[in-house]
Nanobody, 125 residues
Framework: QVQLIESGGGLVQAGGSLRLSCAAS????????IGWFRQAPGKEREFVAQ??????????RHADSVKGRFTISRDNAKNTVYLQMNNLKPEDTAVYYC????????????????WGQGTQVTVSS
């Protein structure tokens, strides 16, 4: 079992910044990838960013829609993953979910083992 607790969401004006945190606990030693998805009202949940452990290497990946604005990072000592979001746009408004998988598969919603409860991000124009 893995528990994921998100924090850091809120209301911000366009062009502003927020940092989301995801604290992981439980059997995190077998994590293959951890990251973020988001879901806006009436839309499907979509990939935002992930960190993948490939042997000794940690590989980040970001969706094209957030490249250059969002950065995923992790603090191993705290078992926490962060999503730094800069230059936020109204279209970034969504519930953001932390997600984890131990499966060595594509990081899609179908392959996620555990989800956080979600944190709301609202960007006003």
């Amino acid at each position: 079992q893995v528990q994921l607790i998100e924090s850091g969401g809120g209301l911000v004006q366009a062009g502003g910044s927020l940092r989301l945190s995801c604290a992981a606990s439980g059997r995190t030693f077998s994590t293959y990838a951890i990251g973020w998805f988001r879901q806006a009202p009436g839309k499907e949940r979509e990939f935002v960013a992930q960190i993948t452990w490939l042997g000794l290497h940690v590989v980040p990946r970001h969706a094209d829609s957030v490249k250059g604005r969002f950065t995923i990072s992790r603090d191993n000592a705290k078992n926490t993953v962060y999503l730094q979001m800069n230059n936020l746009k109204p279209e970034d408004t969504a519930v953001y979910y932390c997600a984890e998988t131990s499966r060595t598969l594509t990081f899609t919603t179908e392959n996620i083992d555990y989800w956080g409860q979600g944190t709301q991000v609202t960007v006003s124009s």
